[in-house]
């Protein structure tokens, strides 16, 4: 058993990675509970999954422009400053957020641009909280530090929305914002504790130029290039966030609580999949293991399609028995996924230097966070097209042929050796 579970190295070794990861753990239930809260807010607003996609677009553009410079920043300047800086930007547009509930404003315009600022400011945080992680435990616990933060992010996305769901439907939504808030301040205190982080090597000005030069040295690197391609498969083609709130409402039965335990029983999933990580320590063809977990993935995201469209729409009261199999789906979707996220993590950290990090965290934040937001938009028109449920199967095989093509045209990926990481 002790093998099977997750390797506590990391947090038993370092002090700061300890801190940083307990701050991260506390503060991303509250982060998960807006930003479910705001999509079932602006569906509640619109009754419309094309708007709910349209969430993922608004935040798209200031995402790509603070995630890609912000790449350069972090190359050039003190990480520790510049994820202090923009975790503060994060905080007070969820306080915006929380101010137009209470205020019960209800424009879903407002929403659209404070969630634009948001995303802005998470493009330049996460790059500079990505590129510090290497910097704090030793290159071989690189998977079980990846490992260890897909237990936290399993961990808040299966309390954020579950809670999210109860938090609208009980207090509403002021009260669910204004947890964020709170939660928030602890990851800030754990940024403030860090050391000093300077960039180690051949500093280059922040700019366009240093933006350009991340570029090429990506274009030069096929193993870190497919990381990122292979995962924009999965989640442009086959994201069905934007689709749970029809789902709940028209399908399914339960409205907001029955989104919560969708996105819930995903996340259930990547807890479970960082749990019992320790035998992903051992995997040494980690690019060969991102691939079949991406085609996983998309296969349990069509069959929680066919789940949905066998179900019908619900007439009655309470909930649909197809929420079980749903669910089922979903978290089988969220073990893929969180598989595939640790072995990611892990060939852009070995295989990057460290002068190169800051830009190349930036562009993984682009494809990470911007490639959902795609997805939402494209869920949303499919589901114009095809309704929710077929939306989902058809998105699902795509992703899985989709990797599959790319493995034809990328063989080398596939051979990527963890003992020897060639870029």
């Known amino acids: ?65 603070a995630g890609l410079y912000g790449g350069s920043v972090v190359d050039a300047y003190d990480r520790r400053k510049v994820a202090l800086f923009s975790a503060v930007v994060l905080w007070l547009t969820t306080i915006g957020i929380a ?143 934007a689709l749970l709130p029809a789902i709940g409402a028209l399908m399914l039965g339960g409205g907001a609580e029955t989104v919560g335990i969708l996105l819930a029983a995903t996340a259930a999933g990547s807890f479970l999949a960082g749990l019992f990580s320790g035998p992903l320590g051992l995997v040494r063809r980690q690019g060969l293991a991102v691939m079949w977990s991406v085609v996983a993935w998309g296969l349990s995201v069509s069959a929680f399609g066919v789940v949905v469209v066998l179900a019908g729409e619900h007439d009655g009261g309470g909930v649909s028995p197809w929420l079980l199999p749903a669910a089922l789906a979903m978290g089988a979707a969220g073990i893929a996924d969180s598989i595939s996220g640790v072995f990611r993590s892990t060939i852009l950290q070995a295989a990057t230097p460290d002068a190169m990090r800051g830009r190349l965290q930036g562009v993984f934040v682009v494809v990470v966070a911007g490639g959902p937001r795609l997805g939402d938009l494209v869920a949303g028109i499919d589901a114009s097209f095809l309704g929710e449920g077929w939306a989902a199967v058809a998105g699902g095989l795509a992703c899985a042929v989709a990797v599959l093509v790319l493995a034809r045209l990328q063989p080398g990926f596939a051979r990527y050796d963890a003992r020897h990481p060639e870029p």
């Open 1 to 65: 058993m002790p093998r099977l579970l997750a390797d506590l190295s990391p947090l038993r070794e370092s002090r700061d990675f300890r801190r940083l990861w307990t701050g991260t753990a506390l503060s991303a239930v509250g982060t998960q509970l807006t930003l479910v809260a705001v999509s079932l807010e602006v569906y509640e607003l619109t009754q419309s999954s094309l708007y709910v996609g349209m969430l993922g677009v608004v935040g798209l553009v200031p995402l790509v422009l």
């Open 99 to 241: 101010v137009q509930a209470w205020l019960g404003l209800e424009s879903v315009w407002l929403l659209f641009a404070l969630v634009a600022v948001n995303a802005g400011a998470g493009g330049l945080n996460h790059p500079a909280r990505s590129a510090i992680i290497p910097r704090l435990v030793r290159p071989e616990l690189l998977p079980a530090a990846n490992a260890l933060s897909m237990i936290t992010f399993g961990i808040a996305m299966a309390a954020g929305p579950l809670l999210a769901g109860v938090l609208v439907g009980q207090v509403g939504y002021g009260w669910t914002y204004t947890i964020d808030v709170v939660t928030f301040t602890a990851a800030m205190w754990a940024l403030y504790r860090l050391d000093p982080m300077p960039p180690v090597g051949q500093v280059q000005k922040a700019g366009l130029k240093s933006v350009l030069e991340g570029f090429t040295f990506l274009g030069t690197r096929p193993n870190i290039r497919m990381t990122f391609i292979v995962d924009l498969a999965a989640m442009v083609l086959a994201q069905p966030r």
